[in-house]
């Protein structure tokens, strides 16, 4: 009787693993078998010439050209106003940091890290509408806010994976710079970050990916359905998986469709490309510190 | 101490104190602007009351109710197969297939929100419709299956996580014993890894809770409280997400940040229970 038990402990674990690994598979294959044929150049410049779209010299009315360049623009104001902020943060919890002060920041970073999206998208409304009332009638949701709120959502990221890169490092290493009189801010700067530099990369990645692929945020700060490419950072903006949205739920025609589907796939590939390659770091890495133990 | 080196450790301290700022100051913005709610008296109304323009009724409780139902439902439907999943990943499967699962389920937590609710709306809606008979399709089923889906990756990796953490030594004990793979895992590993396994189900909840695109697009949205999985309700994130577009000053403009501090409310204690269950003694066989 109870070896009929864990026999079925193996049916179980199998099973589960199947299951989920069909489910995903059907996720995925239902939008590449949709949405293949429908890849091309038409599907991201539509009628208009790809090198005059790319130079901006003609507007792209019918692909997905406005859009990825939004999500562009969207991933790099982001990353780029939370990089700093979130290696120093890293650093400073990693390296200076000790006691109460230690654990109470953990927990400031691990309630910013478990905030819901549109929560982070709400607190940029708000600052919209704060700074509206405040300081001039001219600011609106745009994509200057849509990078700040999205820089809020991927620090706690940031600064996990820098603090986590940085306390990783084994105890002689740490010690050798100290050793040789180097000081603590020499031993930061001239071993501890570039021995972390690989790893600190992949964070980066992940956060890249996470503001590639967010859409509660900007919906409730300014991206819109049709706005060109983004002429300036206070206007409204096209983004990838905003586009996605709002083709599942008001497509006119097959051709919308198509490019719904193309998009999607686009935005998998995106997130699955920066994803892989961030793994990949990190694998190379942990098999370094193997081999060195 | 140089003067280099007492700016870099001032820069960071002011790094970290802005970095800690953020949580902070996104409280503040949401219980100011929700102000005129909290002290009008009207703030159990709108936290318990039914949604009811008609009559001048603006509570959030349906929407509530329906994150509650709908993160619970997606976490339940999600938790056998994931703990399941976990246990051939960190366990019963050789090294090799252990490490190449462990990848894949890695590369999982990268497919983006969006695409689920995209494929939801195409694939599963219609496939819920035919198999249920009736309704639109647009339901806390749908919504629950995808949210399942999502949250999935997030579970596993924390039980194989705390899977990896007991005692190798315990696990040789059993195994020096005679115990079988199956022995081993379910009289060993699970009762020594309960609080990792607890951690990782708070998790899985403040995800689902979170999550606004799936709910909007596949929950179907109607402002009611559901009877059973076949009903649309709507959540929390997804009502903020549905609002956000009406009139700056109407009242049920003002209700969307008593929604938001709600959910920031809800995932704070899930992450300090999360940070509890980590700290709780681990139980001795």
Known sequence: MMRHAFKLFHVWVWGSTLLLLAATGTVIGFLLVRGWAGIGRELVFGETPVLAALMLQRPVFDGLFPAMVGTLALVLLSVGMALPVGLATGIYLAEYATGRLYSLLSLFFDILAGMPSIVVG???????????????????????????????????????????????????????????????????????????????????????????????????????????????????????????YYISA?????DELTRGYGAAIILLLLCAFLFGIAFWLQRRLSQRWFERV | MTRSEFLTKYGFMAAAIISAAVPLAIFIFMALLGYPILTSGRLFGTLLGAWDPIHQSYGILPMIIGTFILAILAVAA?????????????????????????????????????????????????????????????????????????????????????????????????????????????????????????????????????????????????????????????????????????????????????????LYVLTTLLVLGVRLTMRLPGRRP
């Open chain 1, 122 to 244: 709400l607190f940029g409304f708000s600052i919209t509408i704060f700074l509206h009332h405040r300081f001039s009638g001219k600011i609106y949701p745009c994509l200057f806010i849509s990078a700040l709120s999205l820089a809020v959502l991927v620090l706690p990221y940031l600064i996990r994976t820098t603090q986590a890169a940085l306390e990783a490092i084994p105890a002689d290493l740490r010690l050798i710079g100290p050793s040789l009189g180097a000081t603590r801010f020499q031993n930061i700067f001239h071993v501890l970050v570039p021995h972390s530099l690989k790893s600190i990369l992949s964070g980066i990645l992940l956060a890249i990916g996470r503001c590639a692929e967010d859409t509660a945020v900007i919906m409730l700060t300014g991206v819109v359905v049709s706005a060109g490419i983004p002429k300036s950072i206070w206007g409204n903006f096209e983004a990838l998986p905003f586009y996605i």
């Open chain 1, 250 to 254: 008001q497509y006119a025609d097959a």
């Open chain 2, 78 to 262: 999600a938790f056998p197969v994931c703990l399941g999943c976990a246990a051939l990943v960190s366990d019963a499967a050789p090294g090799p297939v252990g490490r190449f699962l462990h990848g894949v389920v890695r590369m999982m937590t990268g497919i983006p929100t969006v695409v689920y609710g995209f494929v939801g709306i195409f694939l599963l809606v219609p496939l819920i419709r035919e198999a249920f008979g009736g309704g639109s399709g647009f339901s806390l089923l749908t919504a629950a299956l995808m949210l399942a889906l999502l949250v999935s990756p997030t579970m596993i990796l924390l039980f194989c996580d705390s899977f990896g953490r007991v005692t190798h030594t315990y696990r040789q004990a059993a195994a020096a014993l005679g115990a079988t793979t199956a022995q081993q895992f379910l009289f060993v590993v699970l009762p020594q890894a309960r609080n990792g396994i607890l951690a990782g189900v708070l998790l899985g909840l403040g995800r689902a809770l979170g999550d606004t695109l799936i709910a909007l697009m596949l929950a179907g949205n109607a402002v009611a409280f559901p009877d059973h999985v076949f009903d649309s309700a709507r959540t929390l994130t997804a009502h903020i997400a549905l609002i956000i577009a009406a009139d700056f000053d109407s009242p049920e403009f003002r209700t969307l940040f008593l929604c938001g501090l709600t």
